[in-house]
């Protein structure tokens, strides 16, 4: 099944008789196994697709099939199981839990799928080893640097075991060589796991990484590029 | 979800701490509250709770027991032909005034009872017997007497409406909610102290029924008897006189009153900082919104919290409470401490709490995405 099937997608912004277009007719069709990066300078709307694909906000126009399933039609009620069966984020700002160890943030999303705690327990410390940080597992995240807490941010990602990863300048607080690791695992991710990612970004440096790049302005997609095999 | 609460609340220490501090000011005030209006319910009608009797007779509309105007004795006789009364002992009650050793003069109330059957008389006494006080100018009195009367003791002599008066003993529990201390006398010594009741009445009649008497029954047919009279259960005139105090004088209000406003900044406190907490982790709670929790899993971290605040000040102001109590009685004051009422604190405390989470709840509902994906 084709994760992301987009048609005219849009999303237009509404106050009084004051309205703003901030995505308008995107078509797009990604597939598992392929990171793809998307590029856009601020305000050209990629923050509010990725919102859409993460079913975070309700289209007001065209249609959006995730993984075969149109979720354009949902109700809003439905769309938290559609999150938890098939897609996982990765932030900025990490967005880890303060209080709660680094192990305890990965086990959060395994409970909320309500894994049994002892695959769950099994399956956080493999990830987190994965990432570099199995020494680390009773740190709390201010303990950790940037870097550190973005890859807990990904062995997150990783232990809801969904087929759509949506990360947004994942890279932004790091600086280039933590920015390029966690990168490169985003891509082992996609190509071992057969998973999508898409990687919202204005980080060039990391382009050669991607398998295909989206470039958005003012709401409107670009001609696609893709990567020649 | 209990267990991230738990975790939040042990991270935000010096927040959790003044949220505790917050729970334990409003429930311990509200535990005062509730705790002495129910020293003072009890003293107001401490005399009958005690009195070993069925049911009272009184005069026609009496409010409450310290007030009871006096009415012919010859009623006893009336009351005693009633099927299914065993006995009836007269008592008095009454105002009067005691002189006291420096001067000056304190209001009393005197309660005139039959020596010889006791009732409506002491029923704890530190020295002396109740009987002590038959054939003379004898009185009991009070240990809770001494801060309107002064240091006494046994043998001491007092002038009571203007007779000399010997103390034969010493009583315990008997604290009045007017704040005049008892003086427990033989009944037809009341009867002349207490001027207005005069020889050839009484205050009340004090019935005890045969042993397998409806009550109910009896009450009904000492009704129709003596249709001039109130007549009272022994919980109704408890209750009538509880009721009185509580009501006509504003003290119920004003109690409940205070218990509301402790309530109300329990919950302010509590909400204030459940919801401080909330917009610190709005992220995390937006993430985990984000990685497919319904906004009732968010919620229940946040009820969580609440909750937890709920047993901790709970717990504590209970203690605090407990360890307060000798304190209140050496002022002077009683303060009752019931596991029924405790648990109905307990319940209030979590509601207080718990409402203080709704506008946390509602800031949950209604996360805006966009938020996650700002830096």
């Known amino acids: 099944m084709v994760p992301v099937v987009a048609k005219e997608l849009s999303k237009i912004y509404r106050e009084g008789s004051l309205e703003v277009t901030a995505v308008a007719s995107v078509d797009l069709e990604f597939q598992s196994g392929e990171l793809i990066g998307l590029f856009g300078p601020s305000g050209s709307g990629k923050t509010t697709l990725l919102s859409m694909l993460g079913c975070m906000l309700k289209p007001t126009g065209g249609t959006l099939e995730l993984f075969g399933q149109d979720i354009t039609s ?29 192990y305890e943030n990965v086990m959060l999303v395994m409970n909320l799928k309500r894994i049994d705690p002892m695959v769950a327990d099994q399956r956080a410390r493999e990830l987190l080893e994965a990432v570099g940080l199995g020494k680390r597992m009773n740190f709390l995240p201010r303990e950790l640097s940037g870097g550190q807490r973005q890859r807990v941010a990904i062995a997150r990602a990783l232990a809801a075991d969904a087929p759509l990863i949506l990360a947004d300048e994942p890279t932004g607080n790091l600086d280039h060589e933590n920015g390029r690791t966690v990168m490169e695992m985003l891509k082992t991710l996609a190509s071992e796991q057969n998973c999508c990612v898409v990687v919202a970004t204005h980080d060039n440096r990391i382009n050669d990484l991607f398998d295909r790049v989206v470039c958005m302005e003012d709401g409107r997609m670009l001609p696609e590029k893709r990567k020649e095999t | ?125 530190k020295e002396g ?90 009450i009904r047919l000492l009704r129709e008897k003596l249709p001039a ?15 009185y105090w509580t009501i006509e004088t504003g003290v119920g209000f004003s109690f409940l009153l205070t218990i509301m406003v402790s309530f ?18 709005i992220k995390e709670y937006g993430t985990m919104k984000a990685l497919g929790a319904s906004t009732a899993e968010i919620s229940r971290i946040i009820v969580s919290q609440a909750a937890i605040n709920a047993l901790v000040g709970y717990s504590v102001s209970l203690l605090v409470t407990l360890a307060s109590v000798k304190m ?10 019931k596991t ?23 800031k949950i509902k209604n996360i805006d995405p966009a938020i996650l994906f700002r830096g």
Not at chain 2, 129 to 144: A, L, Q, T, Y
Not at chain 2, 158 to 173: C, F, H, K, N, P
Not at chain 2, 234 to 242: V, Y
Not at chain 2, 264 to 281: A, C, D, K, W
């Open chain 2, 1 to 125: 979800m209990f267990y991230i609460a738990l975790k939040i609340i042990l991270y935000d220490k010096l927040r959790s701490f003044f949220t505790l501090l917050g729970v334990v000011f409003a429930v311990s005030l509200i535990f005062a509250q509730v705790g002495i209006y129910q020293g003072l319910m009890e003293a107001s009608s401490v005399l009958i709770d005690h009195t070993a009797g069925d049911i009272w007779v009184t005069s026609k509309n009496s409010k409450n027991f310290d007030f009871c105007q006096p009415f012919p004795e010859y009623f006893y006789y009336s009351a005693l032909q009633v099927p299914g009364v065993q006995s009836v002992d007269k008592a008095i009650i009454g105002w009067g005034m005691i002189r006291q050793q420096n001067g000056g003069q304190e209001q009393v109330e005197i309660m005139g009872y039959q020596p010889d059957r006791g009732v409506g008389g002491p029923w704890d006494l």
């Open chain 1, 74 to 102: 949902l109700d809003e009620r439905d769309l938290p199981a559609i999150r938890k069966k098939y897609i996982s984020f990765i932030f900025q700002g990490f967005n880890l839990f303060p209080p709660l160890t680094v």
């Open chain 2, 340 to 362: 029924s009422v405790n648990l109905i604190i307990l319940l209030m405390t979590m509601l207080m709490c718990l409402c203080s989470a709704f506008y946390s709840i509602k």
């Open chain 2, 328 to 337: 209140y009685e050496a002022g002077g004051m009683v303060m009752v401490v």
């Open chain 2, 229 to 243: 009279m109130d007549v009272l259960s022994k919980e109704e005139f408890s209750s009538k006189t509880r009721l």
């Open chain 2, 264 to 281: 109300f900044i329990g919950m302010l406190i509590v909400g204030q900082t459940i919801y401080n907490s909330t917009i610190e982790h």
């Open chain 2, 129 to 218: 017997r109740p009987s002590d006080v038959k054939n003379g100018n004898f009185m009991i009195v009070d240990e809770s007497a001494v801060k309107r009367l002064g240091a006494f003791k046994v043998g001491d002599y007092r002038d009571v409406m203007a007779r000399r008066i010997q103390i034969m003993g010493i009583s315990r529990g008997v604290k009045s909610f007017t704040t005049a201390p008892y003086l427990f006398t033989s009944y037809s010594l009341a009867q002349e102290l207490v001027t207005y009741v005069g020889h050839d009445n009484t205050v009340f009649l004090i019935i005890k029924t045969l042993p397998g008497s409806d009550k109910g029954t009896v």
